[in-house]
C-alpha cells in the first residue's frame, strides 16, 4: 500500500464484556494487564495509524483509557464486531477522514505487529473490498475442530495472496494439501464496511455462524494474505495460560 496510507487509517478493537465461556474477558489478566490492553499495545506497536477500543461497558473504556488508549463508547444493541466498529466510525470519524479501517478482535494479545500490518496490502488491489489473513495449519485435529475456521483459497505458503473464495469450520477443501486458519482481523474499504453493515445476516452466515460469509454471499471481494504464524484468540481459561506463555516467551 501506499506509504502514506498511515494518514487515511484507522484500527478499531471492538470489545464486549459478554461472553459465555470467559466472562468479562476483554479484562481478563494476561501477565499483569487485562487482555484488551495487550491488543491496544499490539495495534499501537504496528504503525499503521490512530487505534482505539470500541466498547459499550464503561469497564473496558476506564480501564483503556487509564494506560492512555483512546477508547469510544458505542450503544449496546451490535450483534456483531462490525456494526461495533461501524458506530464507532461514525463517531470518531464524521468527516470520513479516514477510507481504510481495520477491525481487529480484541482476544488476540499475541498477535504481531507484522501481522497487523501485513493485512493492509491487497487493498493496493481496486477491486479488493475486504483484506484478512489466514497460516497454515500445522496440527491436524485443528483441520478437524469446528472452532478453528478454514480459510479456503489458492493459498500455499506464507506471503501468498489469493481471493478467498469460501470460510467454513469444515475440513476444506478436500484432498491433499494445506489447509489455512483464518486469522481475525480485518481491513475494510469505508465504502464497504457501511454496504456490509447494511445488510441483513444470510443464510450460509446463519448456518456457519461466520460473518464473513455475508460479504462473499453479496458479491464482495474478499483477498486474503498468508502469514506464518498464527495468534491463537483466548476464549477460555486455558487459553488465557497459553497466552501468558506464550507473551513470556515473546520478551525473552
Known amino acids: 500500500m501506499n506509504p502514506n496510507t498511515a494518514q487515511d487509517t484507522i484500527i478499531l478493537i471492538p470489545a464486549r464484556m459478554g461472553s459465555s465461556r470467559l466472562p468479562g474477558k476483554p479484562l481478563a489478566r494476561i501477565a499483569g494487564e487485562a487482555m484488551i ?3 491496544w499495545r499490539r495495534a499501537v506497536a504496528a504503525r499503521m495509524g490512530r487505534v482505539a477500543v470500541a466498547t459499550d461497558s464503561p469497564e473496558i473504556f476506564d480501564t483503556v483509557r487509564a494506560r492512555g488508549g483512546e477508547a469510544i463508547m458505542t450503544g449496546t444493541q451490535h450483534q456483531s464486531g462490525s456494526d461495533r466498529i461501524h458506530e464507532a466510525l461514525e463517531i470518531c470519524d464524521p ?3 479516514y477510507q481504510t479501517i481495520i477491525n481487529l478482535q480484541g482476544d488476540l494479545p499475541t498477535i504481531s505487529p507484522e501481522a497487523i500490518r501485513a493485512v493492509a496490502g491487497p487493498l493496493g488491489v481496486k477491486d479488493v473490498d475486504i ?3 489466514a497460516s497454515p495449519i500445522k496440527d491436524s485435529r485443528e483441520a478437524r475442530d469446528p472452532n478453528v475456521v478454514k480459510v479456503i483459497a489458492a493459498l500455499e505458503r506464507p506471503g501468498d495472496v489469493a ?3 469460501y470460510f467454513t469450520r469444515a475440513a476444506a477443501p478436500y484432498g491433499e494439501g494445506p489447509l489455512f486458519h483464518h486469522i481475525g482481523i480485518y481491513v475494510w474499504r469505508r465504502a464497504a464496511l457501511a454496504r456490509f453493515v447494511g445488510l441483513a445476516p444470510s443464510k450460509l452466515e446463519r448456518r456457519e455462524k461466520l460473518e ?4 462473499l454471499e453479496a458479491g464482495m471481494r474478499i483477498d486474503v494474505t498468508c502469514v506464518d ?3 491463537p484468540g483466548v ?3 486455558a487459553d488465557l495460560k497459553r497466552a501468558e506463555k506464550a507473551l513470556h516467551d ?3
Open 37 to 39: 490492553v495487550h491488543v
Open 95 to 97: 468527516q470520513a477522514r
Open 131 to 133: 483484506a484478512t489473513l
Open 163 to 165: 481471493r478467498a473464495l
Open 212 to 215: 464473513q460469509l455475508r460479504a
Open 229 to 231: 504464524t498464527f495468534p
Open 235 to 237: 476464549d477460555t481459561p
Open 250 to 252: 515473546l520478551d525473552e
